[in-house]
């Protein structure tokens, strides 16, 4: 595992506060950020309480992710973190991101011909964030591999990493 830098957009997490404490993560508007492998993006779900709206809130959160790997092309790692409305069962949600994760990688290739790990870590009644941000730091050195897309949970990489946990989910 190597570090590279990281760079965190989108909306802003509770739980992805502490990731702005980890070294390996750079300021948008620095000079590191045109170097990152890595683009965490927060989306806040919490205003989606139906599978569709979650579906067209990350719809959108695809061609936002296209963008941002037109403008960095040594992006390796997209972590897209969702915090879901809990009033939207957890499977439907998994459920929803992985077709999400499988979209935005393909479009990713399509539009940009690049090879990119997308990641969807669903967060809703994460209660570490030290925790989260070593695992999304972890996840980020890691060297991209076969799994092209996948998406965890909270409870998950709560007792792994994510990158044991989507290769196992692919295999």
């Known amino acids: 595992m190597t570090t ?3 760079v965190v957009l989108g909306d802003a997490l509770d739980c992805l506060g502490a990731l702005h404490s980890e070294s390996a993560v ?3 508007d620095s000079t590191g950020w045109r170097y990152a492998r890595t683009v965490v993006i927060g989306v806040n779900g919490a205003a989606a309480t139906s599978r569709r709206g979650l579906r067209t809130l990350l719809r959108r959160q695809a061609q936002d992710c296209i963008a941002v790997c037109r403008q960095r092309p040594t992006l ?4 897209v ?3 879901a409305s809990p009033t ?3 499977d439907a949600v998994l459920t929803v991101c992985d077709e999400a994760a499988e979209t935005t990688h393909r479009w990713i290739e399509q539009d940009c011909g690049a090879y990119v790990v997308v990641t969807f870590v669903v967060v809703t009644g994460c209660d570490n964030s030290e925790l989260l941000a070593r695992r999304v730091v972890c996840r980020a050195g890691q060297i ?3 799994d092209a897309h996948g998406v965890v949970n909270w409870r ?3 007792a792994a990493s ?3 946990l989507t290769a196992d989910h692919y295999l």
């Open 162 to 164: 994510i990158q044991d």
């Open 4 to 6: 590279s830098a990281v």
């Open 144 to 146: 991209p591999a076969s």
């Open 88 to 90: 939207i069962a957890e």
């Open 156 to 158: 998950e990489i709560a």
């Open 81 to 83: 973190v969702v915090d």
């Open 26 to 28: 750079v300021l948008p």
């Open 76 to 79: 390796r790692h997209l972590i």
